[in-house]
């Protein structure tokens, strides 16, 4: 092209990304100037509005800017409320390509407490749970677990999920029926070094606290709470699959020889599969024969000790049912093996039952 010997103004773009450095996302209403010239990022109120009801949820932290001169250094000024304003210097190369310039800002606000677990206030916890304070802004690790106190006193372990979430868990299973107050002090502070606001009204200096308080006492093992069929009653159908309803989650000691089942007529393991689920806080366990129970013959079922609770309360010792099946003329063949689909569910001993001689 040719502009007859009159030089057109050389105009350039600069364009990207402002974001926030700790968490990533893009800032709304930061402003990006050049001179003269000023863009000013998307905000809920000019644009997001129109596609979300949410004012957090929608960011893009775009900013464009034309009109600036080329075959020059441009010195970029960012800011935007509560970031520590920044500058860019970049050479814009000519008019016909984006000269692109993102960058970071480092919020000036004072960290704080953005959510806890247990909740302030939670009077169920249960006594093995963690503890988990989860920061507005990236932490310093060491002054977070320096300013940390449980009270009445707890000995544990501090991990960190990221930058934000620091998390106590204790050596032991705290103490039932207990309320717990968690103390974050003062003099936590954040990456930066930006002094701990605890009660996040903008002036940092104050600690934050929650309370919760733990269940009641539970010093008992699972208990069977229900049998079908009901033991040493006629199992009227060899059909069904029958199944123990534990009084609570089994939460340990399962193992592939916690329960024998045993055909007594013939002194014969009965191999079964067993499938165990966890609904409202308890476990019931259910029994499918590989094959047909045979009637009028005696079965056993022994639970054997060694299952416990999460609170690790174990059961001490075997317990014993047996039924006899019906003598009922039935001419079905085989139960359903119900092995397709559901196998993750499935909890197949290695040996079902045990020859008793
Ligand atoms: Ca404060
Ligand atoms: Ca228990």
């Not at 609904?279 to 366990?285: A, C, F, N, S």
């Not at 639970?303 to 099946?325: A, C, L, P």
Request: hydrophobic share 35%.
């Amino acid at each position: 092209m040719s502009y007859h010997g009159k030089a057109r103004p050389k105009v350039g773009i600069v364009t990207g990304i402002i974001t926030d450095v700790d968490t990533g996302l893009p800032i709304n209403g930061a402003t990006a100037t050049i001179g003269e010239l000023t863009y000013t990022t998307d905000t809920y109120e000019s644009l997001f509005n129109k596609y979300s009801s949410d004012p957090e949820q929608l960011h893009n932290g775009f900013y464009y800017i034309e009109q600036v001169p080329t075959d020059a250094e441009a010195k970029i000024i960012f800011s935007a409320k509560d970031y520590y304003s920044d500058t860019l210097s970049i050479s814009v190369l000519n008019d016909t390509t984006f000269n692109f310039a993102d960058i970071q800002l480092y919020s000036s606000l004072k960290p704080s407490v953005a959510a806890v677990s247990p909740t302030d206030g939670n009077n169920a916890v249960e006594p093995t749970d963690v503890i988990g304070i989860t920061f507005s802004k990236k932490m310093n690790k060491i002054s977070c677990q320096e300013a940390f106190s449980i009270v009445p006193s707890v000995e544990g372990q501090f991990t960190w999920s990221n930058d934000f979430r620091m998390v106590f868990t204790p050596n032991a299973n705290i103490q039932f029926e207990t309320t717990y107050t968690v103390t974050i002090a003062a003099t936590a502070k954040d990456l930066y070094d930006h002094p701990f606001d605890g009660n996040n009204d903008g002036t940092p200096g104050d600690a934050y606290s929650f309370s919760f308080t733990t269940t009641i006492t539970d010093l008992d093992a699972p208990a069977i709470s229900n049998l079908f069929p009901v033991g040493n009653d006629e199992f009227v159908n060899p059909r069904a699959p029958f199944s123990i309803v534990f009084d609570e989650e089994i939460k340990s000691g399962l193992t592939a020889t916690s329960f024998v089942f045993t055909n007594k007529t013939t002194n014969t393991s009965v191999p079964s599969k067993i499938r165990k689920h966890d609904i409202d806080g308890k476990t019931t366990m259910n029994f499918f024969p590989n094959s047909a129970l045979i009637p009028n013959n005696e079965y056993e079922l022994i639970v054997k000790s060694g299952m416990g609770d999460k609170y690790g309360n174990t059961r001490t010792e075997d317990e014993v049912f047996s039924f006899i099946v019906a003598g009922i003329a039935d001419n079905f063949t085989a139960i359903d093996n119900f092995e397709s689909g559901i196998a993750e569910n499935w909890w197949e001993p290695q040996q079902s039952g045990s020859t008793t001689e």
